[in-house]
C-alpha cells in the first residue's frame, strides 16, 4: 500500500505543477500581452483564472473547463499561424487527466 501513498503524493506534485506553470504562462501573456492583440489578452487572462480555479479543489472542474477551452483556443490560433504547439497538447491531457482523478489534497482527502 506504500506505493498508492507515494502514487497520490505524485499525482499532488503534478497537479500542483501544471497549475502553476499553466498560470505562469497565462498570466505573463496577459500583462506582457503576447502579440500585443486584445483578443490574446483576454484568451491568457481567462486562462490565467482558469488556472487559479484549477488549483482549488472545489473549483477543480470550473478550472479545468476553463483551461481545456483557452487551451484548444490557443491551439486554434497557433495552428492558424503555422505553428505547432505540442506543449499545448500535453497541457490539456494533464488537465484531462487531475480533472478525471479528481483532487488528492484538501478537504475531505
Known amino acids: 500500500m506504500a506505493q498508492t501513498g507515494w502514487l497520490r503524493r505524485m499525482i499532488v506534485v503534478f497537479h500542483l505543477a501544471l497549475g502553476i506553470v499553466i498560470l505562469y ?34 473549483t477543480l472542474g470550473t478550472g479545468a473547463l476553463l483551461l481545456l477551452l483557452t487551451i484548444v483556443l490557443a491551439l486554434a490560433f497557433h495552428l492558424s499561424l503555422g505553428e505547432w504547439r505540442g506543449d499545448l497538447l500535453v497541457y ?4 484531462g487527466l ?11 482527502r
Open 25 to 58: 504562462g497565462a498570466a505573463t501573456t496577459a500583462l506582457r500581452g503576447g502579440t500585443g492583440t486584445l483578443h490574446i489578452r483576454l484568451l491568457a487572462s481567462v486562462e490565467a483564472l482558469g488556472a487559479v480555479l484549477f488549483l482549488v479543489p472545489r
Open 92 to 95: 490539456a491531457a494533464g488537465v
Open 98 to 108: 487531475i480533472a478525471a482523478h479528481g483532487p488528492t489534497y484538501g478537504r475531505g
